[in-house]
């Protein structure tokens, strides 16, 4: 079947530690997007991807860095710059080209101790 | 400075009843609007969406209404089930981003409650 996968689901790390998580997708997506969402905040834009080897900083991308080097996997390093990186965190992806919806993974929740 | 707000942190509805979730949105160049529903520790999954160019789109259980001039927008579920308890976000979208930029702007959410 295809979908978004993100691993892994969950994640401790100790603070200071750079930290990776992955987001592999199978339905042949262009675009690829990563949010991260906190109580009572919503989904906030971290960074995203309209094709390989390109990608833009969304509202919130200090302290994180992405790649692009397949057009299915777009992993998301959460770098020891991040101040408060305990949070669950959102991959999606969708067809380049008109409007419509994004296709979310199930999430990684990454608690910082 | 918020551009999709949704004012409502929490609602509770009786099983049977109906459900309005509500949205605001500042930007009146968006054009593309849609809702997800999310559980906990799960990801969003799309419920239903709406182009400016439309006042209503029904799909089901689920109605979306919009107004344009209000720069206002709302989901109703009708018959409101114990099953539709989930957090709601609405998120909003310009139709034509140009080449690099689509993305979706999303509200805080709401918290619905179906009480059995």
């Known amino acids: 079947d295809g979908g978004i996968t993100q691993s892994p689901k969950y994640l401790f790390r100790k603070e200071g530690q750079n930290v990776t998580l992955s987001c592999e997708q199978n339905?042949?997506?262009?675009?690829m997007y990563w949010y991260r969402q906190d109580p009572g905040q919503g989904l906030r834009l971290i960074y995203y991807?309209?094709?390989?080897?390109?990608?833009q900083k969304g509202d919130i991308a200090e302290g994180y860095s992405v790649s692009r080097e397949k057009k299915e996997s777009f992993p998301l390093t959460v770098t020891s710059a991040q101040k408060n990186p305990t949070a669950f965190y959102l991959c999606?992806?969708?067809?380049?080209?008109?409007?419509?919806?994004?296709?979310f993974g199930e999430g990684s929740r990454l608690t910082v101790l | 400075d918020q551009q999709v707000k949704q004012n409502s942190p929490s609602l509770s509805v009786q099983e049977g009843r109906i459900s309005i979730l509500n949205c605001d949105y500042t930007?009146?160049?968006?054009?593309?609007f849609l809702w997800y529903k999310k559980y906990p520790a799960e990801g969003p999954t799309f419920l239903i969406s709406?182009?400016?160019?439309?006042d209503k789109n029904e799909d089901g259980r689920f109605t979306v209404f919009l107004n344009k001039s209000a720069k206002h927008l709302s989901l109703h579920i009708v018959p409101s089930q114990p099953g539709d308890s989930a957090v709601y976000f609405c998120?909003?979208?310009?139709?034509?981003?140009?080449?690099?930029?689509?993305?979706?702007?999303f509200g805080k959410g709401t918290k619905l409650s179906v009480i059995p």
């Open positions: 999606a992806s969708k067809l380049q080209g008109e409007a419509g919806e994004l296709f």
């Open positions: 339905l042949n997506h262009d675009a």
């Open positions: 991807s309209q094709i390989v080897n390109d990608f």
């Open positions: 930007n009146s160049m968006f054009d593309y």
């Open positions: 709406i182009s400016s160019i439309k």
């Open positions: 998120a909003a979208s310009f139709s034509f981003s140009g080449a690099g930029s689509y993305q979706l702007t």
